[in-house]
């Protein structure tokens, strides 16, 4: 069993583009990339709009940061984030961001940071326009963000069929490449290493949105690979393999 992520990491919210609903969802996910040394909500806090969030301040530990609209029809909240960002970037005693918006005015904080040598994980709705998904290392739709208790049947009915995964021709070009970069001469690859190709291409890239839980089980789904679970060595986990099938 391996030990506590140690990578540490920064997650700021702008609380006026981001719904309280997700922030359960939002640091469990964050907990699989490292552990967050500052958590802050970025918002009016006097202001009736953020009600929601108020009580996930407090159950998850997460500094408000009052920041008031001075002037109309400019994101005074945005500007905040951008000026705290670099001021924590340059203590230079993180190793990542988590930057939870669905507002393009962060593609170029997003590009700055990954300049600096940290990582940028970017969390938005679905409606995020896609120079801000680019700009990030890896991005999560917060419409994939579930709690355990709502993956149940509603979850399942939602996977998408082999059939229309096939049909997807994007995604299918997306997995196949993938699969035969990272093989070797007789066609196999490390799960791990497909998945690191395939988020470098797609920062996107997620197996929830076709309804699966893991990309292995996505490949499986479409019925085109074969998937092989081997253990290196007395002691160690298990690693997967993948492979195109021959006569697919």
């Known amino acids: 069993m391996t030990g506590e992520n140690t990578t540490r990491l920064a997650v700021l919210i702008d609380a006026d583009n981001a719904q309280p609903s997700i922030a359960d969802g939002l640091l469990a996910e ?48 945005d500007s905040a984030m ?17 930057i939870v918006s669905s507002d393009s005015d962060f593609t170029r904080l997003a590009s700055r940071i990954r ?40 979850a399942k009915s939602h996977k998408t069929t082999a059939n229309q995964l096939k049909g997807d021709t994007k995604l ?9 970069a990272a093989s070797d001469d007789s066609g196999w690859a490390t799960l ?3 998945g690191s190709i395939i988020n470098k291409q797609r920062p996107d890239f997620d197996p929830r ?15 085109l690979f074969d998937l092989e679970g081997r253990r290196p060595g007395e002691g160690k986990p298990e690693v997967t393999y993948i492979r195109r099938r021959p006569d697919r």
Not at 48 to 71: H, R
Not at 172 to 180: E, G, I, P, S
Not at 210 to 217: A, F, Q, S, T
């Open 30 to 77: 964050v907990a699989k990339y490292g552990t967050a040394h500052v958590k802050r909500a970025y918002g009016d806090w006097t202001s009736s709009n953020l009600k929601g969030w108020k009580e996930q301040l407090l159950e998850q530990s997460i500094q408000p940061i009052q920041q008031f609209g001075y002037t109309t029809g400019k994101n005074s909240t």
């Open 82 to 98: 951008i000026i705290d960002a670099m001021d924590l970037l340059y203590t230079g005693n993180l190793d990542g961001f988590v």
């Open 115 to 154: 300049e600096s040598g940290l990582t940028v994980y970017g969390f938005g709705q679905r409606k995020t326009p896609s120079p801000f998904v680019a700009a990030c290392d890896i991005f999560i739709y917060t419409e994939n963000l579930t709690s355990t208790t709502e993956e149940s049947d509603t």
């Open 172 to 180: 299918m070009n997306l997995l196949r490449n993938a699969v035969h």
């Open 192 to 194: 791990s290493s497909v």
């Open 209 to 223: 949105t076709y309804g699966y839980g893991k990309l292995g089980e996505l490949f499986a789904a479409t019925t």
